[in-house]
């Protein structure tokens, strides 16, 4: 095996952790030439060289704190300059508009919902907290109190993780079942007041898509529906990538409009899943293939196929995690809401087991001295 590598770098601090490894069962003496654009790992073996990607350059007069940890490798602390742009894909709210015509499908199978369909309202619905703010505000009782946001024909509302058709609009009526969600859901705006909400599942595939709202409105899960204007062709994506793909884009949606870093993932009923805390989002990962190629492989079509390049760059945001036993379910939810202001983000509750899976195996194949922090665990996304 050759050496492997690790930089992991801040782009708005242009400083970098590299870790370097894989040269362990090597004979010593190991010599390493950090060059601005490349590594020099000289052993009694010979030499290799591990070349950088263009747009990142080292600066080797700034390495600082050069520390070998068992089992890892070399850890060094260096100033880099990195010039690589967040590209995000753009978020259901870019992509719906009036003019288009959409399709809407299952992500898991590709069942059509609704086909080639031209909506003349795409409106946003009023955040969780609409009607406490509008009874700090007006001086007399909230006038949008007791009306509901449901979509009419050809409406479509859009909350943080769904959104809101009308019935007329599908193909065809979905499956339903009378199974009763008996928790009222604080993330859904005026919604909420509806408790006799019915699951809506794919009729191919039979995952949880949504639910009914009342006889006319249905909520669809973002994390479960594929939306793209009809003239574009259905893009295959594994599901892991299209849940991190989303989860991603809607963390960092709501971290810089609502500047909420904690956030509570819940499934449809009620129970709480992860604690989630969105650390950094201008990390750049330039990695080994070796390193990745392994779990990640499995589930994520993109890390697999053999390229020029030995390494793999990807922009990332940092998170920490932490999934609730029930011993301190109620006293953690409650000062992490209460104290730190947390968000509530609601999934289904298949979707919050695929999102912890895919953190816990992120996590999973860092190298040890970074997996966790203060009691919390680390994971990376990719954006
Ligand atoms: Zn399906």
């Not at 030499?47 to 080292?58: H, V």
């Not at 009809?230 to 609502?258: G, P």
């Not at 992860?274 to 650390?279: D, G, R, S, T």
């Not at 392994?294 to 390494?311: K, M, Y």
Request: glycine letters at 4%.
């Amino acid at each position: 095996m050759g050496p492997t590598l690790r930089l992991e770098i801040r782009k708005t601090m242009q400083n970098a952790v590299l870790i370097l490894g894989g040269f362990e069962d090597k004979d010593f003496p190991v010599d390493v030439s950090v060059c601005p654009s490349s590594l020099q790992i000289e052993t009694p073996d010979g030499c290799e060289t591990l070349s950088l990607p263009p747009e990142i350059k080292l600066v080797p007069s700034s390495c600082r704190y050069v520390q070998h940890v068992a089992g890892e490798g070399l850890h060094i602390r260096l100033q880099v300059h990195a010039s690589r742009d967040t590209e995000t894909s753009p978020s259901l709210k870019e992509i719906l508009g009036i003019q288009r015509r959409y399709t809407f499908e299952c992500q898991a199978c590709g069942e059509p919902i609704i086909r080639d369909q031209q909506f003349l309202r795409v409106l946003p619905l009023p955040s969780e907290n609409w009607s406490s703010l509008v009874e700090e505000w007006c001086c007399h009782p909230d006038p949008f109190a007791n009306r509901s946001c449901l979509p009419k024909v050809n409406d479509c509302f859009l909350g943080e993780t769904f959104f809101l058709v009308n019935r007329a609009n599908l193909l065809d009526h979905p499956g339903e079942t009378n199974e009763k969600s008996s928790v009222p859901h604080s993330a859904d705006g005026n919604v909420s007041k509806s408790t006799e909400n019915t699951k809506v599942f794919c009729k191919r595939c039979k995952v949880i898509l949504g639910e009914t709202l009342s006889s006319d409105a249905l909520k669809y899960f973002i994390t479960e529906v594929m939306v793209r204007p009809s003239c574009e062709k259905f893009k295959t994506m594994s599901r892991t990538r299209f849940v991190e793909s989303t989860v991603v884009q809607l963390l960092m949606e709501l971290s810089a409009s609502k500047s909420t870093f904690r956030y509570c993932i819940q499934g449809q009923d009620g129970k709480l899943f992860l604690l989630l805390w969105l650390l950094n989002v201008d990390t750049l990962l330039v990695e080994s293939r070796t390193r990745t190629g392994g779990v990640n492989c499995l589930f994520s079509e993109d890390t697999c196929f053999p390229s020029s390049s030995s390494l793999d760059v990807s922009n990332v945001v940092r998170v920490l995690y932490s999934s609730p036993t029930e011993s301190n379910h109620n006293e953690l939810v409650d000062k992490w809401m209460n104290q730190t202001g947390a968000h509530t983000l609601i999934f289904p509750s298949k979707t919050c087991l695929e999102l912890l899976l895919l953190l816990s195996l992120n996590n999973a194949a860092l190298p040890h001295s970074l997996r966790s922090m203060n009691n919390w665990q680390v994971a990376y996304l990719k954006i």
